[in-house]
Nanobody, 117 residues
Framework: QVQLVESGGGLVQPGGSLRLSCAAS????????MAWYRQAPGKQRELVAS???????NYADAVKGRFTISRDNAKNTVFLQMNSLKPEDTAVYYC???????????WGQGTQVTVSS
């Protein structure tokens, strides 16, 4: 069982960069796959990136080549490095921890990212 807290959101200009962090509390962080989702106002929540316990990552087509997900198991933290940001990246970003087969599914409260000049 883990609790997740996101940080690092804010206002950034188009073309800029931002790094989000998700700090986990609890036991056995290394056994969980991790993911970042985002949700814009009035829109469905969508998967942005994921990283497995074996550090295999996957990305949504919209962010490939611009975003990088990583994890530091020793610090119980997952990161999302966002480069070349676009206005359409504006959303609330959520951290997610899960297991496969389904046995656990934890969510953070979210952090706002706004890309505007």
């Amino acid at each position: 069982q883990v609790q997740l807290v996101e940080s690092g959101g804010g206002l950034v200009q188009p073309g800029g960069s931002l790094r989000l962090s998700c700090a986990a509390s609890g036991s056995f962080f290394s056994i969980y796959h991790m993911a970042w989702y985002r949700q814009a106002p009035g829109k469905q929540r969508e998967l942005v990136a994921s990283i497995t316990t074996g550090s295999i990552s996957n990305y949504a087509d919209a962010v490939k080549g611009r975003f990088t997900i990583s994890r530091d198991n020793a610090k119980n933290t997952v990161f999302l490095q966002m480069n070349s940001l676009k206005p359409e990246d504006t959303a609330v970003y959520y951290c997610n921890a899960y297991t496969v087969p389904v046995g656990a599914d934890y969510w953070g409260q979210g952090t706002q990212v706004t890309v505007s000049s």
